[in-house]
């Protein structure tokens, strides 16, 4: 029973270009999702985040937009930079103050091309 | 850096043993939460700690238990190992209550059963 899912396992992308990262979830108890980057041999690192109350949140070069009747999201990456090479990891939670009781998808893997 | 730190970094454990992994949490955070992450597939929520006491449970048994500290370091232990715990084990440690903060990693204990 996968409550989150990212059904692109890896992405390949040109430098400069848009990187779309996609995420769907099933329990509509979900009401915060967050999008984590994990380079190899290090922990996972918070990205962004967006409440269910919104459908962008914007920060810098990456926004998160939420589409809550298709119980969608998705993260957009412009431009694109070779560092940004890494697992993407889409996370949600009963809430923010439910702290780290986080349900992960399964990741994608997203390669920048110089 | 997240300030999230655990130890060891690599453990090699044969079936049938016990294991202790360690977690120093971020400075003014309250709240612990473990993961383990099978290759390939997302960080799947073991349990949480909050002041002590545990604050949330995922799909794991028994043998898998934790403890946390009056200085909200914590502790994850595996009893009577099995070759499927072979995994990468992370700590997350955030604040809940006095404002909210999002699930912050530690770089993850490799643990390999043998």
């Known amino acids: 029973d996968q409550q989150v899912k990212q059904n692109s396992p890896s992405l390949s992308v040109q430098e400069g270009r848009i990187s779309i990262l996609n995420c769907d979830y099933t329990?509509?108890?979900?009401?915060?999702f967050l999008w984590y980057k994990k380079y190899p041999a290090e922990g996972p690192t918070f990205l962004i985040s967006?409440?269910?109350?919104?459908d962008k949140n914007e920060d810098g070069r990456f926004t998160v937009f939420l589409n809550k009747s298709a119980k969608h999201l998705s993260l957009h990456i412009v431009p694109s930079q070779p560092g940004d090479s890494a697992v993407y990891f889409c996370?949600?939670?009963?809430?923010?103050?439910?702290?780290?009781?986080?349900?992960f998808g399964g990741g994608t893997r997203v390669l920048v091309k110089p | 850096e997240t300030g999230v730190t655990q130890s060891p970094t690599h453990l090699i454990k044969t079936r049938g043993q016990q294991v202790t992994l360690r977690c120093s949490s971020q400075s003014g955070h309250n709240t612990v939460s473990w993961y383990q992450q099978a290759l390939g597939q997302g960080p799947q929520f073991i349990f949480q700690y909050y002041r002590e006491e545990e604050n949330g449970r995922g799909n794991f048994p028994p043998r898998f238990s934790g403890l946390q500290f009056p200085n909200y370091s914590s502790e994850l232990n595996v009893n009577a190992l099995e070759l499927d715990d072979s995994a990468l084990y992370l700590c997350a440690s955030s604040l809940v209550g006095e404002g909210n903060t999002e699930a912050f990693f530690g770089q993850g204990t490799r643990l390999t059963v043998v």
């Open positions: 329990n509509s108890m979900f009401d915060y």
């Open positions: 967006i409440s269910s109350i919104k």
């Open positions: 996370a949600a939670s009963w809430g923010k103050a439910a702290g780290n009781k986080l349900t």
